[in-house]
T-cell receptor, first 114, second 117 residues
Framework: GAGVSQSPSNKVTEKGKDVELRCDPISGHTALYWYRQSLGQGLEFLIYFQGNSAPDKSGLPSDRFSAERTGGSVSTLTIQRTQQEDSAVYLC????????????FGSGTQLSVL | DQQVKQNSPSLSVQEGRISILNCDYTNSMFDYFLWYKKYPAEGPTFLISISSIKDKNEDGRFTVFLNKSAKHLSLHIVPSQPGDSAVYFCAASAERSGGSTLGRLYFGRGTQLTVWP
């Protein structure tokens, strides 16, 4: 597609359930990022994938969070045993190469944990 | 630990006037700075950037100024238009200096700009 695509756009779940968020980056972009924005906060870095290199997971807030990127394209962010503090907008971004800071963001997934 | 700070959560400016959005940073290894604009229900979009080797970069109505000694940058919008109303995020990277996780951008909390007619 022409831009970064994320699904679902909205997700409401119950505390303790697992959720999966999907990101389809711009074709040809080798770098993929996940950020989240909690209410009133800035964009918080979660994880970064670059080509076939090991991902930078330094931003993941707990071991309940994990992400994978299959075939160097689509990425899935999984949150296990969701908590209310996980409620946020989860944003995916891609860029052409490593070190190219001009990220292209998707519209995000609004996650609400009840 | 907020390494990029936008201390004004909101700014209101009349159409035609100048909008000045400010950003401060604490990490002296940051060497590349960007501004992103975000409309409701959309992802942030890249607006303008500046490398630490410059102190000014201009693109149409948008100019970014960098003061390295003060660890401060600002975005000027002249003249401001109602369509500029959005949340503006300041971001920084230490990619080129190798001072942080490669490819990682650090964002501020954003400033909501409202331009009224």
């Amino acid at each position: 597609g022409a831009g970064v695509s994320q699904s679902p756009s909205n997700k409401v779940t119950e505390k303790g359930k697992d959720v999966e968020l999907r990101c389809d980056p711009i074709s040809g972009h080798t770098a993929l990022y996940w950020y989240r924005q909690s209410l009133g906060q800035g964009l918080e870095f979660l994880i970064y994938f670059q080509g076939n290199s090991a991902p930078d997971k330094s931003g993941l807030p707990s071991d309940r969070f994990s992400a994978e990127r299959t075939g160097g394209s689509v990425s899935t962010l999984t949150i296990q045993r969701t908590q209310q503090e996980d409620s946020a907008v989860y944003l995916c971004a891609s860029s052409l190469t490593r070190g190219n800071e001009k990220l292209f963001f998707g519209s995000g997934t609004q996650l609400s944990v009840l | 630990d907020q390494q990029v700070k936008q201390n004004s959560p909101s700014l209101s400016v009349q159409e035609g006037r100048i909008s000045i959005l400010n950003c401060d940073y604490t990490n002296s290894m940051f060497d590349y700075f960007l501004w992103y604009k975000k409309y409701p229900a959309e992802g942030p979009t890249f607006l303008i950037s500046i490398s630490s080797i410059k102190d000014k970069n201009e693109d149409g109505r948008f100019t970014v100024f960098l003061n390295k000694s003060a660890k401060h940058l600002s975005l000027h919008i002249v003249p401001s238009q109602p369509g500029d109303s959005a949340v503006y995020f300041c971001a920084a990277s230490a990619e080129r200096s190798g001072g942080s996780t490669l490819g990682r951008l650090y964002f501020g909390r954003g400033t909501q700009l409202t331009v009224w007619p």
